[in-house]
């Protein structure tokens, strides 16, 4: 009889989960590293300042256009799902095309 033995022991000994490697502030401008544990997308910096006032920059008002449907739409959470991995933190298919999505 023949014992399976290989494969699983690759890696071992790094267990760090991330959220995605260097992470940067999703503020424009901003080249603060996100802590990989840091679930959010702004550095503690600009986190506060997102959070606090809307009026803070024009920024906020950046759009991004949907890959499906073609809209611009501003890129925030309202119009867009939170997607980790991604450059801005959004998803590239808008909240309306993804919610609306396969309706043949
Ligand atoms: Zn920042
Ligand atoms: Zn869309």
């Known amino acids: ?12 000994g790094r267990p760090l989960r ?13 080249d603060t590293i996100v802590s990989l544990y840091n679930p959010l997308k702004y550095c503690s910096l600009h986190e506060k300042l997102h959070r606090s006032s809307i009026d803070v920059d024009s920024i906020l008002f950046t ?16 119009f867009w ?10 998803s590239d298919v808008c909240r309306e095309c993804t919610s609306g999505a396969v309706a043949a």
Do not use: Q
């Not at 991004?64 to 309202?78: H, I, P, R, V, Y």
């Open 1 to 12: 009889m023949t014992t399976a033995t290989c494969g699983s022991t690759i890696l071992y």
């Open 18 to 30: 991330t959220y995605g490697k260097g992470r940067v502030c999703a503020h424009n401008g901003c």
């Open 63 to 78: 759009t991004k256009e949907c890959l499906l449907c073609g809209c611009d739409k501003l890129a925030n959470s309202d």
């Open 81 to 90: 799902d939170a997607e980790e991995g991604t450059a801005d933190g959004l």
